[in-house]
Every structure is written in C-alpha cells, then in structure tokens.
C-alpha cells in the first residue's frame, strides 16, 4: 500500500481566482467559504475570488486566503475520493497550519483565525524593516552558507536541490546576490515580498503569534505532521507551539523534511492549495515519488481519477 503525505502550499501560491470554480461547483467547498467569512468577519472569499490582486497580495489576506483554499481542497479531494487515506501531513512555512488542522491539532476556525493574524504580525513587522528576499538558482548548501555569513543575510528557506531562498536587510540582500553569482550561482533573483521572512527581522511578530497560540485548543495530531523547523514530526501540544513561534524566524527545511518522509518510506505526495510549487520541489528531489495536486476542479478530477486508479 503506498503510504501518502498531504502537503499544503505557502505564502506566495496566492492567486486571484484561486478557490472560484471550486466554490462554484461544488456546494461543500462554498460551505467552507461561508464557514470562514463568518469566522473572520469578512469576506475572505471575495478576495480570494476576485481580488484585486494588491489586495490578496495583502500577507494579513494571502496566508488566511491560501490556508483556506488549502483546506478547501483537502475537504472536497476527501468527498471525491472517499477512500481516500493519508499518513502524515506537511506545510510550507503558514502551510504547516493546515498540515497541523487537517492531523487534527487545532480546529478549522482557531487555525485560520491564527493564521489570519500570523499574517496581520508579520506585516507589521515587515512594516518596521527594511527587509527582502532572494532566490538563489543552482548553488549548493555550502557556498549559500559561505555567502550568507559573508553578506549578513540567513537561510529562509532549503526548497529542493538548486533552489534556496535567503532573507534579510534589504541592502544586504543585493550584495548577496552579487556574492552568490561569483560563488557559481546560475541566478540570484530578488523576490517581490514585503519584508525578511524566515528572519531575525520578523523577531517582533514572535511574542504577538506566541500569545495568540495560548489562547486556542491544540491538540496532538492524529498523524505526523512535519516541523519546517526540525524537518522531523512534531510532538505534542507545547512543542507544536514553541515550533510554530520558532518557524517565524528560523530556515524552512522543506528538501530535508521530504527526504525525512521519503526515508519513512513515504511514496504519493499530493499538493493541496493553489499553485504547483511543492509539487516541482518534490519531482526535484525524488522523481520516482507519485506527485498529485489539487488546485482547481480540473486537477481535484485527475487527482481523484488517480486515486481511483
């Protein structure tokens, strides 16, 4: 029997539109829109279906907006493939809040209210830094280390071989791209972002997200979900908390928590939210796995199709 992940996309998978045709099509998907516009008190799902894009493009919008489809997603894939079932579950950076709401830790409202306010603290601290990011193509671990201890700047995050992502003071980011070409890298491109995420910059969102984490149930889940921080399952309710705080400024380890799943034995990774990104990641790092996403009602129908198969 394959054993398979659930895998939730990240900030930066956000796109207008994304969740429409779902909610169109299919009356359990526009549950859950109404579900967390009345959690919220406002209209989440008009964002997310119409924009306009600055306004999604919001973090206090995008990370509530990309949790939702997110689970959107997973509870219309549930009711296309009934049988469907899932041994461990892992997010990218606020996708690791899905992960951890669909293992059963925290309930759908508590996550996408948190998540809904980590978003509305790390774009104030985004607000009171000059911070960026970069992607850095085609460089190994070592020299991105060797360029960021030399530029100032840290590891946001390890994705998949070739591709690593740092942050930072702006000003110090330039000349890390700089730095990052004469160490061999094939491109250094700096990201449109508002801030340094994954950084000592966002330091200032940690109390703020700690304190809200206090406030909701959180549970041990049902089955492991990984910690972009340890690249390893999470433990119980405390250590989820800490780790989810500590994630504000520490690396995502996304290849380092696949190649963990994979070495589990770990075969069918299926991608749900919008976007395709996790997906890429994963056929960069082991092309035997079996990559499925659900994004849309065209890919809900071939990953169910899939499963049935």
Known sequence: MSKTVLMFAGQGAQAVGMGRDLASALPAAKNW?????????????AICFGGPEPELTKTENAQPGIFLVSWVA?????????????????????????????AGAMSFEDGLR????????????????????????????????????????????????GQIVISGAADKIAAACDLAKGKG???????????????PLMSSAQPKLEAELARIEVCTPVVPVISNVTAVPHEGPDAIRARLVEQVTASVLWEASMRYLLSEGFTRFIELGPGTALSGFMKRIDKSAQVLNVADLASLEATAKALAG
């Open 74 to 102: 997973f509870q219309v894939l549930k009711e296309q493939a009934p049988g469907l079932a899932f041994h461990a579950t892992a997010g990218l950076s606020l996708g690791e809040f899905t992960a951890l709401t669909a």
């Open 33 to 45: 829109f109404d579900r967390a516009n009345a959690a919220l008190g406002y209209d989440l799902a």
């Open 185 to 199: 890298a094939k491109r250094a491109l700096p990201l449109t972002v508002a801030g340094a995420y994954h950084s």
């Open 114 to 161: 948190v998540v809904r306010q980590r978003g509305r603290f790390m774009q104030e601290a985004c607000e009171v830094t000059e911070g960026g990011m970069a992607a850095l193509i085609g460089i190994e671990e070592i020299a991105a280390r060797e360029v960021c201890a030399q530029a100032g700047v840290v590891l946001a995050n390890l994705n998949c071989p």
